[in-house]
């Protein structure tokens, strides 16, 4: 059997790989606050055996990531929307314990805590779920610090509820959970970080471009095709060798 056969076959194995990453990034165009992911792959010359010439290239999955460049900023104007200006992270509290997002289109539940759209609590600066009171009008600040008016018996009263926890660990050290949330490698909560600003009655939108993506599509699909072609071509001369070997017998 023909060798360039398993080289093709490894190609289009990870062509697959990344169309699929390239898909989940398309259907991710709307998603507040999503990060782009990468898939990389890399050409690698297989080892020959005795007797061979190097001449087969294989290719390699690569460590995968993401792009963290800020996504266009959208003006909402309602209370509980905040954008990160910049670097930096909203925490959320989830089951596996502390992760970070950008997605800052946050509401109230039932037990009266913020929350992100998927239910997560957000926490403050002290690693607490926040709590809402019923009455109110709430406001952020750039700093994170959220105040209500009008939440006590005077209507004109400013009751400080909580500081958003704002962190901007180094980028090479998040991980990309299947939650779509961000962890550090090691587990390790993050400590606050005061220089980290939000803008209020704003959401970050994804940072998928989708005409790139559209892109990448289409080439992935052509890669694709030419890799079953060399495999085409191959058991076909495969055939044909061994139908001449046979007319010669």
Do not use: C
């Amino acid at each position: 059997m023909d060798r360039i056969l398993y080289t093709a076959s490894n190609g289009a194995a990870r062509i697959l790989e990344q169309q699929s990453v390239i898909s989940n990034n398309m259907a991710n165009v709307a998603t507040t606050g999503f990060r782009e992911q990468m898939a990389i792959y890399r050409s690698v010359p297989v080892v020959p055996q005795a007797g061979e010439l190097p001449t087969r290239v294989s290719t390699v999955a690569s460590t995968p990531g993401s792009h963290f460049r800020q996504g266009i900023m959208a003006e909402t104007g309602h209370a509980l929307d905040a954008a990160i200006a910049g670097d930096g992270w909203f925490a959320v509290q989830t089951p596996q314990g502390e992760a970070y997002t950008r997605a800052g289109e946050f509401a109230v539940n039932q037990e009266n805590q913020l929350v992100t759209h998927t239910g997560l609590p957000v926490l403050s600066a002290d690693g607490q779920p926040i709590e809402i009171p019923e009455r109110g009008s709430v406001t952020f600040a750039t700093d994170g610090q959220i105040s209500a008016l009008g939440a006590g018996d005077n209507p004109r009263d400013i009751q400080l509820l909580a500081q958003l926890k704002l962190v901007n660990p180094p980028t090479d050290q998040l991980v990309r959970g299947d939650d779509g949330l961000f962890r550090m490698a090691g587990g390790q909560p993050v400590q606050p970080d005061e220089t980290v600003k939000i803008a209020p009655g704003f959401i970050e939108k994804s940072n998928v471009n989708p005409a790139a993506m559209m892109v990448a599509m289409i080439s992935n699909a052509r890669q694709f095709e030419q890799q079953m072609q060399v495999i085409k071509n191959a058991s076909t001369n495969e055939e044909r060798g061994n139908s001449i070997l046979s007319a010669a017998g």
